[in-house]
C-alpha cells in the first residue's frame, strides 16, 4: 500500500489569512498557498489585502517556496466591471498565482489586457459536475473550485473525469445564503437603530439564532451584501484517505469568521495529516486519525460544532 501512496502527489494544503501579519504563523504551521483579496472583488475573505498587502504578500509566500491566488470572485454588477479590469491590471504586475474567479468577465478582462496568470473557477454553490469543469477549462480555467454540498462519491467521480485540477473544502464554515441587498442595515434602520452600515466580518458575535435546533447562524453584511453562515463548522481530518486516493489537487481550510491562533493551529494539524498519509503510508494516518480528530475538537468554539458537511450527506440545514 506504501508503494502505491508514494505514486500520489501531496494535494496543496490553501489557507485564507486573515492579514500579513497572520501569513509566517500559517507558513509555519504548513500552508502551501494562500487566498487573498479586497471584498470590493472577492467574496468572504478570511482578511482585507490591500495591493499593497498583495505585494508584501507575494514576497513573504515566494520566498518561501509557496504559491499566492487572488480573489476576484464576486458578482458584478455593470458599474464595477472598469474597477475589475483595472484591479486585475494592478494584481497582474505582481506575479500572484493565480486568480479565483466566478464571474466570466475576469475571463475577458484577462484576454483583452493579455494576461496570463492561472485561473481558478470558483462559481460557489454550481461547481458541481464534471462537464461545466471541463467547459471552464476549455476557456481557459486550470483548476475548479468544487461545491460544499457534494457528496464524497461526487467529488471522487468528477476528479476522475475532470481535466483540471480539483480544490475541495476539507475544514471551516460554509455560506447556506447571500443576498446582495444590505439586510443587517434594512433590520437595525428599520428598528430605528442606529449601526454602521459596514463590513461586519470582525464581529464574530452577530448570529441568527434558531431557538427550535439550538442553532446560530453566523451572519454579517460587506459591499457584497449579507452573507449566512453554516452553524457548525465542517471538518473531515479523519476522513482524507478517499480525498487522498482519488488524486484530489488542493484541500482548502475556510478561515473566515475564525481567530487566526485557530486557523494556524488547525492548518498544522491538516499538515500533520498529509504529511503522515504520503511520507509514512495509509497505516500510519490510520493510526493517528482519531488524534487528529481529537486536536481539533479541544480548540473548537463551544458555539461551533463540528460535522462532516455533506461529505458523508450528514447535514441538513
Same mark, same amino acid.
Given at each position: ?9 501531496? @494535494?496543496?494544503?490553501?489557507?485564507? @489569512? ?34 499593497? /498587502? &498583495? %505585494? ?10 509557496? %504559491?499566492? =491566488?487572488?480573489?476576484? !470572485?464576486?458578482?458584478?454588477? !455593470?458599474?464595477? +466591471?472598469?474597477?475589475? /479590469? ?12 493565480? $486568480? ?5 468577465? &475576469? ?10 496568470? @492561472? ?5 460557489? *454553490? ?5 462537464? *461545466? ?53 434594512? =433590520? $437595525?434602520? =428599520? ?9 461586519? %466580518?470582525?464581529?464574530?458575535?452577530? $448570529? ?20 449566512? $453562515? ?30 487566526? *491562533? ?11 495529516? +498529509?504529511? *503522515? ?7 500510519? =494516518? ?32
Amino acid at each position: 500500500m506504501f508503494e502505491e501512496v508514494t505514486m500520489l502527489n501531496k @494535494p496543496e494544503l490553501l489557507v485564507t @489569512p486573515q492579514s500579513l501579519a497572520h501569513i509566517p504563523a500559517l507558513l509555519e504551521a504548513g500552508a502551501d498557498a494562500f487566498i487573498v483579496g479586497e471584498q470590493q472583488f472577492g467574496l468572504r475573505l478570511a482578511g482585507e489585502f490591500t495591493l499593497q /498587502d &498583495v %505585494k508584501e504578500a507575494v514576497a513573504l509566500v515566494h520566498a518561501a517556496g509557496k %504559491k499566492i =491566488y487572488v480573489a476576484v !470572485n464576486a458578482i458584478f454588477h !455593470n458599474d464595477r +466591471i472598469e474597477a475589475l /479590469d483595472a484591479y486585475i491590471a494592478e494584481v497582474a504586475k505582481l506575479q500572484v498565482d493565480a $486568480f479565483v474567479f466566478g464571474d466570466p468577465a &475576469v475571463i475577458m478582462a484577462c484576454r483583452e489586457q493579455g494576461i496570463t496568470i @492561472p485561473l481558478h473557477w470558483n462559481p460557489e *454553490t454550481t461547481a458541481t459536475n464534471w462537464f *461545466t469543469a471541463n467547459y471552464w477549462g476549455e476557456r481557459g480555467a486550470n483548476r475548479a473550485v468544487l461545491a460544499r454540498e457534494l457528496s464524497m462519491d461526487e467529488v471522487v467521480e468528477i476528479k476522475e473525469n475532470a481535466e483540471v485540477a480539483v480544490e475541495v473544502q476539507v475544514h471551516g464554515m460554509t455560506c447556506m445564503f447571500q443576498s446582495k441587498r444590505p439586510l443587517l442595515g434594512h =433590520y $437595525f434602520l =428599520y428598528q430605528d437603530k442606529v449601526m454602521a452600515i459596514e463590513n461586519r %466580518k470582525d464581529n464574530r458575535n452577530m $448570529f441568527l439564532h434558531d431557538d427550535e435546533r439550538s442553532n446560530k447562524y453566523p451572519i454579517y453584511e460587506d459591499v457584497n451584501g449579507t452573507h449566512i $453562515f453554516s452553524p457548525n463548522d465542517m471538518c473531515i481530518i479523519d476522513e482524507l484517505d478517499e480525498l487522498f486516493e482519488a488524486g484530489i489537487d488542493a484541500f482548502k481550510i475556510e478561515g473566515v469568521l475564525q481567530t487566526t *491562533t485557530y486557523v494556524t493551529k488547525v492548518t498544522a494539524l491538516y499538515r500533520k495529516a +498529509i504529511d *503522515t498519509f504520503f511520507d509514512e503510508g495509509a497505516e500510519a =494516518y490510520d493510526a493517528i486519525r482519531d488524534e487528529l480528530q481529537a486536536a481539533v475538537e479541544e480548540i473548537q468554539p463551544d458555539h461551533r460544532p463540528l460535522d462532516t458537511g455533506f461529505i458523508f450527506k450528514e447535514t441538513v440545514y
